[in-house]
T-cell receptor, first 116, second 114 residues
Framework: GAVVSQHPSWVICKSGTSVKIECRSLDFQATTMFWYRQFPKQSLMLMATSNEGSKATYEQGVEKDKFLINHASLTLSTLTVTSAHPEDSSFYIC????????????FGEGSWLTVV | AQTVTQSQPEMSVQEAETVTLSCTYDTSESDYYLFWYKQPPSRQMILVIRQEAYKQQNATENRFSVNFQKAAKSFSLKISDSQLGDAAMYFCASTNQAGTALIFGKGTTLSVSS
C-alpha cells in the first residue's frame, strides 16, 4: 500500500544549527503534504501545508523563517528547522494526501528532534 | 474553521469489554470527512476508521464502529471485545473535501487491563 517515509527518525543537533527533515511519498504523487508538531502526551498541531511548486501556507503562530518548508517535487517535502533552540525539541510528523486513492491521508513515521 | 473536541483525556476498559470514546466537532462545510486515528507508543499514526459525512450509515471496521450523529455533530468510536493491543492514544479528526489538513482533537488515552 501507499507509504509515506520520514527521515531521519531521530536527530540530535546543537543549539544554533539547522536540521532538515524529509518527507517522501513512496508510491504516489502528493501535491500537498502537511507538517505537524506533537509535544509529549498532546495532540498533533498543524504547522503548515506544503504545496508542490509554491510557497507553503503556515498556521498562525508558526514562524515561517524558522521552519522552512520546501516542496520541490511531487514526492518530497522538507522541513528545515533553522537556528534550532532547545524549545524546538519535539516530535515532527508529516502526512500526504493521495488523491488517487479516495483522498486517503497517509502519515510518516515521525521524527524526534532533540536540540542540546 | 473546523474544530474537534474530545472531552475524555483518559479512558480505561477491561479485556473483552466494550468502550466508547466521545468526539464532537464543528464545521461550516457541507461535505467533510471524519476519522479516528490510533497512536501507540511507537507514535505511528494508524487509521482506525473513516466516515464520509454524506453517508448516513455508520462506518464499521471489524471490532471498531462509529456512532455518527450529523445533526448533533457527534462522532463517537466504539471498540468491542477490547484487546491489550488496543491500548493507545486515540485521536478524532476532521477534514473537508477540498483537501485541507486534518484537524485533530486533543486525544483520549485508552488503557486496557487484563
Amino acid at each position: 500500500g501507499a507509504v509515506v517515509s520520514q527521515h531521519p527518525s531521530w536527530v540530535i543537533c546543537k543549539s544554533g544549527t539547522s536540521v532538515k527533515i524529509e518527507c517522501r511519498s513512496l508510491d504516489f504523487q502528493a501535491t500537498t503534504m502537511f507538517w505537524y508538531r506533537q509535544f509529549p502526551k498532546q495532540s498533533l498541531m498543524l504547522m503548515a501545508t506544503s504545496n508542490e511548486g509554491s510557497k507553503a501556507t503556515y498556521e498562525q503562530g508558526v514562524e515561517k523563517d524558522k521552519f522552512l518548508i520546501n516542496h520541490a517535487s511531487l514526492t518530497l517535502s522538507t522541513l528545515t528547522v533553522t537556528s534550532a533552540h532547545p524549545e524546538d525539541s519535539s516530535f515532527y510528523i508529516c502526512s500526504a494526501r493521495n488523491l488517487g486513492s479516495g483522498n486517503t491521508i497517509y502519515f510518516g513515521e515521525g521524527s524526534w528532534l532533540t536540540v542540546v | 474553521a473546523q474544530t474537534v473536541t474530545q472531552s475524555q483525556p483518559e479512558m480505561s476498559v477491561q479485556e473483552a469489554e466494550t468502550v466508547t470514546l466521545s468526539c464532537t466537532y464543528d464545521t461550516s462545510e457541507s461535505d467533510y470527512y471524519l476519522f479516528w486515528y490510533k497512536q501507540p507508543p511507537s507514535r505511528q499514526m494508524i487509521l482506525v476508521i473513516r466516515q464520509e459525512a454524506y453517508k448516513q450509515q455508520n462506518a464499521t471496521e471489524n471490532r471498531f464502529s462509529v456512532n455518527f450523529q450529523k445533526a448533533a455533530k457527534s462522532f463517537s468510536l466504539k471498540i468491542s471485545d477490547s484487546q491489550l493491543g488496543d491500548a493507545a492514544m486515540y485521536f478524532c479528526a476532521s477534514t473537508n473535501q477540498a483537501g485541507t489538513a486534518l484537524i485533530f482533537g486533543k486525544g483520549t488515552t485508552l488503557s486496557v487491563s487484563s
